[in-house]
């Protein structure tokens, strides 16, 4: 799809980070954009950012929407039907997602299944409400975000990450599947997954948030100490640590996340953007990601072997 003007697109967790910057971008040049979110004061201070930028003429919508819940996903989609008086939609960015959910054998069961819910569930229920939008279209992408963690199930030795690996997993599978099936039955549709390295968004903070996490000065203590053990795993001297710089440091983790990254939020949506344009299937966004899908092709015996590819290969970009 060489532009975007004119169009109808989809953002799904359009509140902050890449998919605020997806909106703001695509209304700079003229796509009209329908984006929901669990947060209405994010989205709508989205919406503010994005009017804007944008020509006259182009219709920004916000709704509120919990993808991981089909019925209001229907609701949702019916919304964009209704106020941008459409039959069709001609991209959709499945965009929302949260971390959580480490631990399949010592984790919190519900932790997981939200975390799934929405990484895997929310790709599921808006491609299955959107998707016949798109073949309603003359022109139209399916643009899912799965993670370097779709083609590596890891963080590094020490630390389980299974949840969140599951469903991005699970995105890149139905992404890949996809392909094939808009093919033989759908072939001005395209779809690509989007597999990001490290990028500086609130993800942290946010899915903390949105997981019910207690505040670091709040913490129980034998959270406090999986959190001492699993930053000791990580390599990092945790374990001489008073608690009360053990509580500092799991407070600021979310803000050395975002701010540590070697790509910003808008730098990932103008890569996945001008990987839509020249109708790419496979987007890896950061250097990060190119070196690790690199290195656990090269040897994907050693990809989970201390080694092997690591948080190391993410943080030497
Ligand atoms: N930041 C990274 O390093 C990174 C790396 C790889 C993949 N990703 C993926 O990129 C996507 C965007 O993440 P981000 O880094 O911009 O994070 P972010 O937290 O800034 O943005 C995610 C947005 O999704 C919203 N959201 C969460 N749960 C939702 C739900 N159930 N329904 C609707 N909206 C919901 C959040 O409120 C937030 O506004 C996610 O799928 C994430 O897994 C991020």
């Known amino acids: 799809m060489e532009s975007f003007e004119g169009r109808i697109a989809v953002v799904t967790g359009g509140g902050t980070g890449m998919g605020r910057e997806l909106v703001v971008q695509l209304a700079a040049e003229g796509c009209s954009v329908a984006t ?58 499945n965009n929302a997602g949260i ?16 975390t799934f819910g929405v990484c895997w569930g929310g790709v599921y229920n808006c491609s299955r409400a959107f998707v016949p939008l798109l ?12 993670s370097v963690n779709g083609f590596w199930a890891s963080l590094g030795p020490g630390v389980p990450h299974t949840a969140y690996s599951a469903a991005k997993f699970a995105v890149k599978g139905l992404s890949e599947a996809l392909i094939e099936d808009f093919r033989v039955n759908a072939p001005h549709v395209k779809v690509a997954v989007v597999m990001p390295g490290h990028i500086g968004t609130d993800i942290v903070i946010n899915s903390r948030k949105i997981l019910g996490a207690a505040e670091p000065t709040e913490m129980p203590q034998d959270e406090l100490d999986e959190f001492r053990a699993s930053f000791a795993r990580r390599g990092m001297p945790a374990d001489g640590m008073s608690d009360d710089d053990l509580r ?11 701010d540590s990254a070697p790509v910003s939020a808008a730098q990932a949506a103008t890569i996945i953007l001008e990987g839509v344009r020249r109708g790419d299937w496979r987007i890896l966004v950061g250097d990060d990601a190119h070196a690790l899908d690199e290195a656990v092709r090269a040897d994907p015996h050693k990809a989970y072997e201390a080694g092997g590819p690591g948080l190391s290969t993410l943080m030497r970009q």
């Open 248 to 258: 500092n440091l799991i407070g600021m983790f979310g803000q050395m996340f975002r």
């Open 36 to 93: 929901c979110d669990i947060t209405l004061d994010n989205v709508s201070e989205t919406a503010l950012r994005a009017e804007k930028e944008a020509p006259s003429g182009t219709r920004i919508t916000t709704h509120l929407c919990d993808v991981s819940d089909e019925a209001q996903v229907l609701r949702f989609r019916d919304e964009v039907v209704a106020q941008h008086e459409t039959d069709h939609v001609n991209l959709v960015f």
């Open 135 to 146: 073949v309603a279209s003359d022109d139209g992408y399916l643009v899912n975000t799965s």
């Open 99 to 114: 971390g959580g959910g480490g631990s399949f054998v010592a984790g919190k069961r519900d932790e997981w299944d939200k």
